[in-house]
């Protein structure tokens, strides 16, 4: 079993940034993806971002060059840092753990950016 704790949401305005970070706790297996998605008011789940154990990186079109995605593999913890925030930034963050074995959610956290 694998247990996520997502932090980091809150209310910004429209060009500010946030940094979201998930842990990750349990039976973590070394070959793993760690990933973002998010979700807005009456949209479907998407993807955000992704990192790979071994480094392969990607991203959303709508978020290149504004958001990166990092991770440290010691701490199993994956950050997002989002720059230049947009109100169509909004929406509750998912973070994701996949392995060959298990496909883990965090609970979600909010993002608003306001106009």
């Known amino acids: 079993q694998v247990h996520l704790v997502e932090s980091g949401g809150g209310v910004v305005q429209a060009g500010g940034s946030l940094r979201l970070s998930c842990a990750a706790f349990?039976?973590?297996?070394?070959?793993?993806?760690m990933n973002w998605y998010r979700q807005a008011p009456g949209k479907q789940r998407e993807l955000v971002a992704s990192?790979?154990?071994?480094?392969?990186?990607n991203y959303a079109d709508s978020v290149k060059e504004r958001f990166t995605i990092s991770r440290d593999n010691a701490k199993n913890t994956v950050y997002l840092q989002m720059n230049s925030l947009k109100p169509e930034d909004t929406g509750v963050y998912y973070c994701?753990?996949?392995?060959?074995?298990?496909?883990?959610w965090g609970k979600g956290t909010q993002v608003i950016v306001s106009s």
């Open positions: 994701n753990f996949r392995d060959s074995y298990m496909n883990t």
């Open positions: 349990g039976s973590i297996r070394s070959n793993n993806d």
């Open positions: 990192k790979s154990s071994r480094g392969n990186t």
